[in-house]
Each structure stands twice: as structure tokens, then as C-alpha cells.
């Protein structure tokens, strides 16, 4: 009986191990950062950088969104692109791994070529899971300043505002407004309403 009870266990646990290897949450995968909301709809953006020029700047960066429809076995076919070349998006797989996900181009966004190979490669780049999310989305500033609200209303705007080309997390969307986080190298977070329209769309048309 105790070897039958022994090799239940396993199997659950070979069971549990496999379902979460095959699910793809919200989270920080680190130069990775993806949501997912109640639809199973995906949205995401990666920011990563490479060397440091005299005047204190990046030598190479590598970023850019991706967004896919839902999933129903782990792996989402994502659209990707930088919103600078909106008309030139490149289609690849991301996929759900033990520990996290892997992401797979079939060639390099500018500039990632020399940052981050790997996605690009026949095996993709894998990222582990840093910290697990309850927002549904990942958006980038659009407008010169996106200032933050205590509320979805244009008359309870705050003094705090990030800039063009921050990147942040939304935990909530109501009409054109979303509730979205953003996080400064120091760690700090600021959290309030935005306009929808101070961000990038989800989709590069």
C-alpha cells in the first residue's frame, strides 16, 4: 500500500510539474516583462542594453512589444515591434519552460543583433520568472510626459509623470484610461491612473 500511496504522489507531482511548465503567467522575466488578462490575451515589452558611451548612454539597446491572442497550450505565435518601425513587425513563438519562458525570432529587431543573439537563435532565449504579477498588461510611454491621476479622470492629475519610452504594467483598464505601475532603476514604484492615449497602442497598426 505505502509503495501504490509513494507512486501516487509521484504522479501528481510529475502532473502538477507539467501543468506548470505549460502555463505562461503575468510577471518579470527581467529584461522581459509580460501580461495577461482574463482573455488569455498577451501583451509585453523587452528593454535590454548593452555597453556605455561617455556621455553615460547605452552603447546598444535592444527593445521592443510584443503581443499575442490566446493561448491554449502553452505557446502564444507573438507579433513584436519597436515603435519606431511600426510597419515592419517580426512574428515568432513564445513558449512556457520550467523556470519560465523562451522567446524565438526568426531574425533581430535593430539593434539586438549585437544586445541579445540568442532570440534570434534556432533554440530562442530563455527567461526565468523574477516575480510573478497580477497585472493583465505591459505598456511604453508614447507621450513626452504621461502624468498619473488618483483617478480615471482628467481633473485628478498629480504632480508625478514618467516620460517617453518608460515602460510600465497595467493592473486595470476603464474606457480610454488604464491603472498601470511603473518601477525607476532605484526599485521605487508610482501607481495611478493614465490616459490610454499617453501609450504606445497594443498593436503596431
Not at 501504490?4 to 510577471?27: C, D, H, P, T
Not at 516583462?33 to 556605455?52: N, P, Q, S, W
Not at 530563455?126 to 505598456?139: Q, T, Y
Request: aromatic share 12%.
Amino acid at each position: 500500500m505505502k509503495f501504490f500511496f509513494q507512486l501516487f504522489l509521484l504522479i501528481v507531482f510529475a502532473v502538477g510539474s507539467a501543468a506548470a511548465q505549460g502555463r505562461i503567467v503575468s510577471g518579470d522575466y527581467g529584461s522581459l516583462v509580460i501580461g495577461i488578462d482574463a482573455k488569455g490575451r498577451l501583451t509585453g515589452h523587452f528593454a535590454e542594453a548593452l555597453g556605455v558611451e561617455d556621455n553615460g548612454k547605452p552603447r546598444f539597446t535592444c527593445s521592443f512589444l510584443l503581443q499575442s491572442d490566446r493561448s491554449s497550450d502553452g505557446i502564444y505565435t507573438v507579433m513584436t515591434w519597436h515603435p519606431n518601425s511600426p510597419a515592419e513587425p517580426l512574428f515568432g513563438s513564445l513558449s512556457a519552460t520550467e523556470n519560465g519562458v523562451t522567446l524565438k525570432l526568426p531574425e533581430s529587431h535593430g539593434g539586438c543583433g549585437m544586445v541579445a543573439p540568442d532570440i534570434a537563435s534556432d533554440e530562442g532565449q530563455s527567461f526565468e520568472l523574477v516575480r510573478a504579477g497580477n497585472w493583465i498588461g505591459a505598456g511604453w510611454v508614447r507621450s513626452p510626459r504621461a502624468f498619473f491621476h488618483t483617478a480615471a479622470n482628467a481633473s485628478t492629475r498629480g504632480k508625478a509623470f514618467i516620460v517617453k519610452d518608460d515602460r510600465i504594467v497595467i493592473y486595470a483598464k476603464r474606457g480610454n484610461w488604464v491603472d498601470a505601475e511603473y518601477t525607476n532603476e532605484a526599485g521605487r514604484t508610482t501607481r495611478g491612473w493614465m490616459k490610454l492615449d499617453d501609450l504606445y497602442p497594443d498593436e503596431p497598426f
